[in-house]
């Protein structure tokens, strides 16, 4: 979906799909797409439709490749450095050339029209993916944390006899625990096919703050060791920080999360059913 041009408003895209007897011809440019370098088929979107309402305008498209209309123009160098097992599994993310990209007619995903919503629909279940994906990053941090603290000492005392560490601990501790309980109510609902948007976008902040807020402890905890590259905290501290981006950044979760609670205020007089209402 993403090009230079738009991503937290995907409305914005101005890669354009025109038919030509049997096939698509799609031009323009796309950017961050992950695991491009990799991948031997892109799902690509594309607006078929510049005078329909505005969420209707794009079409996704299967492309198959290597295409000679399909140009990685560069992996884009992150502040997350690369591993070698990362660009193995298609850790990169590209920035995209479209030149006149014939695409069989047939290799038009989900209907004319349709790609805003089958992306939305997706990036839902991709939000989900990303906010296990966190836990288990905050997990594998605090155990690590509390592996180091045990062995550690200062001043003649273990930094896990300390109170000040056992705070900080305890706080992430809860955060992991109210993202465990956010996760399997929206995987319930999701089980269930039941709307899950707005805990979703709750969830996925309050999730991409969590997981930096327990990786950061757990680097503090670590001292200079922590911003070294012989523990893996250094490396999750930087890649994590995509999270507060990817899927949507912050700021229009949370606008969207805040227009919701408003609209249950005015539906029902109280704001329940916008924060989880439905479980207590
Ligand atoms: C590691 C990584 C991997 C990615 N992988 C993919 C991928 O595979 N495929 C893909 O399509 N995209 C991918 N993306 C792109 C990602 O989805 C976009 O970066 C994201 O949607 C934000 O778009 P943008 O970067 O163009 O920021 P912009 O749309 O330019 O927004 C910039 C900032 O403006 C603020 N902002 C925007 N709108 C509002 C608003 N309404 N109210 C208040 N503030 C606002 C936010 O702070 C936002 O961060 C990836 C990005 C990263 C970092």
């Known amino acids: 979906m993403t090009e230079?041009?738009?991503?937290?408003?995907?409305?914005?895209?101005?890669?354009?799909?025109?038919?030509?007897?049997?096939?698509?011809?799609?031009?323009?440019?796309?950017?961050?797409?992950?695991?491009?370098?990799?991948?031997?088929?892109?799902?690509?979107?594309?607006?078929?439709?510049?005078?329909?309402?505005?969420?209707?305008?794009y079409s996704t498209f299967i492309v198959e490749l290597p295409n000679p209309g399909y140009e990685i123009v560069r992996n884009i160098e992150t502040m997350q450095p690369h591993t070698d097992l990362g660009l193995k599994l298609g850790g990169s993310h590209s920035e995209i050339k479209i030149e006149n990209l014939v695409v069989p007619r047939d290799n038009l995903l989900g209907g004319r029209g349709q790609g805003f919503n089958m992306g939305q629909h997706r990036l839902a279940y991709g939000r989900l993916r990303h906010g296990m994906h966190n836990v288990a990053i905050a997990q594998r941090a605090l155990d690590l944390a509390a592996g180091h603290v045990v062995e550690r000492s200062t001043f003649g005392k273990r930094l896990a006899d300390r109170q000040g560490v056992r705070w900080m601990l305890a706080d992430c501790a809860a955060e992991i625990y109210k993202a465990r309980l956010m996760l399997l109510h929206i995987a319930y609902k999701a089980e269930r096919g039941e709307d899950l948007r707005q805990e979703n976008g709750i969830a996925k902040v309050f999730l991409a703050h969590m997981v930096h807020q327990v990786v950061d402890t757990a680097l503090q905890l670590h001292g200079a060791l922590g911003y070294s590259q012989d523990t893996p905290l250094a490396r999750w501290?930087?890649?994590?920080?995509?999270?507060?981006?990817?899927?949507?950044?912050?700021?229009?979760?949370?606008?969207?999360?805040?227009?919701?609670?408003?609209?249950?205020?005015?539906?029902?007089?109280?704001?329940?059913?916008?924060?989880?209402g439905e479980l207590l």
């Not at 031009?27 to 078929?48: C, L, Y």
């Not at 890649?239 to 606008?255: K, N, T, Y």
């Not at 205020?265 to 329940?272: N, P, V």
Request: aromatic fraction near 8%.
């Open 4 to 57: 230079k041009a738009a991503g937290a408003d995907a409305t914005g895209m101005q890669t354009t799909a025109v038919l030509d007897g049997d096939n698509w011809v799609l031009n323009g440019e796309k950017w961050f797409s992950s695991s491009a370098s990799v991948a031997d088929i892109a799902v690509v979107m594309a607006k078929t439709d510049p005078d329909a309402p505005r969420h209707e305008q």
């Open 237 to 276: 501290y930087t890649g994590i920080r995509s999270q507060r981006l990817v899927d949507g950044p912050d700021e229009v979760h949370r606008w969207r999360t805040g227009a919701n609670v408003i609209k249950a205020y005015e539906k029902y007089g109280t704001t329940a059913s916008a924060c989880g």
